[in-house]
């Protein structure tokens, strides 16, 4: 994009900023740009773009849609239906193609204000021009919104941070604990206690002070108060003594508090977002994006979505009535959890009870101890929303060991008593919306808050009984265990389908999605399944009073169905032997109710289908037919030769599988797990989708973070570290791609770090300069540490029986007794993506260091090390961007009649064809003319005044 394109966007962007947040705002215009979907996987990634285009998204149409998503605004021409001569607004002169190239632009908040969006043909031709008449309806709606009669209470983040307020804290929870160990009361009456006590000390220590009418910058200190109250007071001091003998010393006191203010705000400041960086990356760090996220969208700060918002019935009439809506959320609900599992009494009987050891028993039997309780509320997640009693998981890491030995007595008294807190049998149910139309039930998701105190009582439980069941768990199941991730399962069905590919193999696969599957287990089995783990009955009594639902095995025996099988010989990467080696099947990965089944043949994987849908359903399951789909691998068809023949793909047998008179969709691409699969095998949509995502979450922090000037540039770069590129990487362990995809993400990479240090393309700056200032590595090398990581990770991974897991398996499998079919072309596997990676790096013996953990992670972050950012980076950057101004005023000298020379016609090249710059001296090719235009060249910038100046010398001649 050139650089009036940037300007205008900037100048635009400028004026949108001075508008007020809550005000809506319609822009108009010819924006000479173009949107457009090119499949129905980027529609789902974008709020901005309706689904009626007309085009595909051009150069203009990213930064068309990169304004949108920055300010929240929606295009009102996509989503109309209309005729395609009533969407497009004009014509290309040359191919005489109609496009949309005229918008009209409105808030999101806004958006059901706008009732159609059309053009007009006539009035083109009253006016004389060659853009249609584009005219909008809004109907503004205004509407009061209900104030909460009762307000939570709120405690300061700041406080509750205060080594003072938590020792006072805790100091006035311990005269409580005599009431702890009253075995006068019920554990009700002693519960009720304790969130008394914890309520009033927290409200009278931790509460947000009244006096603070608006909500505080989290930043801010007390001490940083005190010296802007301090300068304040300085001021009014200095004001009152204007034209007397005092004025310059209250003009001087008053200086040096604003001078002391500054200093300590600009620090706090500082230390504040160093903060804000070690909690997002320790975040990421510990697999727990969804707290990376929410703290993004803290900073962000979003609008609050407006509650009660109209739904429809069953019947697709439209509820205005905040109470008629109520009771069809609780109809919905009511419907969505009450689900009724019928299951066949002699199939429950058939679970046989696993003999449990004395010492084992007793184990699990016992009273909860103090440190169980005190390990159990270190696991507890901070930041995360009570139940009805308001308690906190962080008031109660507050409370300290007063806490602790509460909680411990409490506990006790349930394990003794088997009775449960009444309190602990109320949730609150809140709604999230997922997708689609916000009018429809059924595009929301609930979410049950319960005690936080139940849940720690939870954790115990589940902290006695974890080994116990992951030993038991099938191997292909990495949902909700230690070690294990999404990263396993994407990693195994991707080097499954690129083997196959490899040896033009079939392979058919089926996506299973579990309808309700969690609300859907039958109590009775569970406690049976329970027993069958050899979880001891006093704690499935436990779990009965909790009425938590835990993990289940599914086992399917009636289906006699082969997974696919290949062979695991030797650790010999690239160098299978056909002598030594064991062949495995891999039927099936399972991710929590996630589940992916892949077979050999389509009559294998339509027996697994109908064997599945009869085994879930006699045990009170049903599959999702609508959200479960199938896919087949690519496979050409091959010449006597066995030669590969382009083009011509393998008919594959129709698979017409049907499912409660509901045909299962098939697919050529498919998200699991959050990466993309396609059955050619290439990266391209998955890319897309990467970018289209980190574009997003870029974009979510330009106003809050990238155009902040108070925040340095090492604190952004860590921020953008942590928060762009996990999204922009995630599975790039598992990808083989192309020198174009790689040029595609570091373009995207480059954008960034540019908007982030503020140049522009028109300023000039290279990439390598951009990665020498910012002290950032190529996103390549970041990619190619990933994938090593995650190669040496595999290679030292272990099951439960200390034997080869299936990701190491699947690593270094192999078909032994095949050959490879000709004529297949280039294509580069994972494997050989590694085997580069391990000659960039200079790693000599990678089965040895790759066991060596931290050997390994030395090797390969080696070239990835952060450095610090340039000393005089902002310098460099001025001096850059007056460059720029000096090539704009020439750019614009020439318009006005300066004639542009050749700069091989003004330079004399000598009998080698090397030409001799005029200033520096330096001899190049005349291929070098451009690239010694853009360096530094000081002797130019030097030139006498009589001459002209090295811009116009290269650039117009003399």
Known sequence: MNDDSQKFYNDLQDVINQIPTEDMYIIMGDFNARVGWNNQQQQNLYNSIGPYTVDITNENGEKLIDLCTINNLIVTNTFFKHKLVHQTSWMHPGNKQWHMIDYTFVNKKFRSSIEDCRMYRKAAGAIGTDHHLMRIKIKLHFRSRRKLVQKKLVYDPIKMK????????????????????????????????????????????????????????EWLTDEILEIVEKKATAFVNWQNHRGTKLEIEYANKYKRLRKLAKGKIEKRQEEYWDEICEEIESSVKLNDPANAFNIIRRLGGKRKRIKNMPIKDKHGKLILNSADQLERWREFFGDLLNVSTAVDLQLIDQIKITRIEKNEEERQSIQPTISEVRKALNQMKSRKAPGNDEITADLLKAGGEPVIKWLHEIFSDIWKQEEMIEEWNLAILIKLFKKGDKQLCENYRGISLLSVTSKLFSRI???????????????????????RSTIDQIFILKLC????????????????????????????????????????????????????????????????????????????????????????????????????????????????????????????????????????????????????????????????????????????????????????????????????????????????????????ITSRLRIYRACVLPVLLYGSETWSITKTHEQRISTFYMKCLRIIIGVNLGDRMSNDKI?????????????????LRWFGHANRMMNSDNEPSV????????????KRPGNSGIRKRWEDKVKEDIEHC?????????????????????????????????????????????????????????????????????????????????????????????????ELEMASNDCKTSSELWEYGP
């Open 162 to 217: 205060n080594d003072n307020a938590l020792k006072q804290f805790q100091k006035d929870l311990i005269p409580t604990l005599s009431d702890a160990t009253d075995k006068t009361i019920s554990i009700d009456e002693k519960y009720d206690r304790f969130v008394e006590h914890m309520k009033t000390n927290a409200e009278k220590i931790l509460k947000i002070d009244k006096n603070k009418n608006r909500k505080r910058k």
């Open 461 to 483: 439980i589940l902290n006695r009984i974890q080994l116990l069941v992951n030993r038991q768990l099938l191997e292909a199941q990495s949902g909700f265990r230690s070690n």
């Open 497 to 712: 389908m690129e083997k196959r590919r490899e040896f033009n193999k079939p392979l058919f696969m089926c996506f299973i999605d579990i309808s309700k599957a969690y609300d859907s287990v039958n109590r009775n089995l569970l406690w049976k399944v329970c027993r069958q783990y050899g979880i001891s009955e006093k704690l499935v009594n436990r779990l009965k009073m909790l009425i938590q639902i835990q993990k289940q095995r599914k086992v399917i025996e009636e289906a006699d169905v082969t997974g696919i099988q290949v062979s695991y010989g030797r650790n010999d990467f690239f160098h299978g032997t056909k002598e030594k080696y064991l062949n495995f099947d891999i039927l099936a990965l399972l991710y929590a109710d996630d589940l992916v089944v892949m077979c050999e043949t389509s009559d294998d994987l339509e027996i697994f289908i109908e064997t599945f849908e009869k085994i879930t359903l006699a045990y009170g399951l049903s599959m999702n037919v609508k959200k479960t789909c199938i896919m087949t691998l690519k496979q050409l068809e091959v010449d006597q030769n066995n030669k590969i023949i382009h083009n011509h793909e393998v008919d594959q047998p129709d698979l017409d599988i049907n499912i409660r008179n509901q045909k299962v969709e098939i697919v050529n691409y498919f998200t699991y797990l959050g990466c993309g699969v396609s059955r050619d095998q290439k990266p391209d949509e998955e890319i897309n989708t990467r970018l289209a995502k980190a574009s997003t979450a870029f974009n979510m922090l330009r106003s809050v973070i990238w155009y902040r000037k108070t925040i340095s």
């Open 771 to 787: 990665l020498e200032m910012t002290g950032q590595p190529p996103i390549e090398t970041i990619i190619r540490r990933n994938r």
């Open 807 to 818: 990701v190491k398996k699947i690593t270094f499998s192999y078909f032994p007794e095949e």
């Open 842 to 938: 200079q790693i000599k013996n990678w089965r040895k260091d790759s066991l060596n953990r931290d050997h390994w992670r030395e090797l390969i972050n080696k070239n990835v090390q952060n450095k610090p950012v340039h000393q005089n980076i902002k310098e460099i950057i001025y001096e850059y961007k007056q460059r720029a101004v000096n090539r704009r005023n020439d750019d614009l000298a020439a318009s006005h009649g300066v004639i542009k020379t050749k700069v091989t016609e003004i330079l004399v090249k000598d009998t080698n064809n090397h030409y001799v710059c005029p200033g520096c001296g330096i001899q190049f090719k005349p291929q070098g003319i451009a690239n010694h235009n853009g360096m530094e060249c000081k």
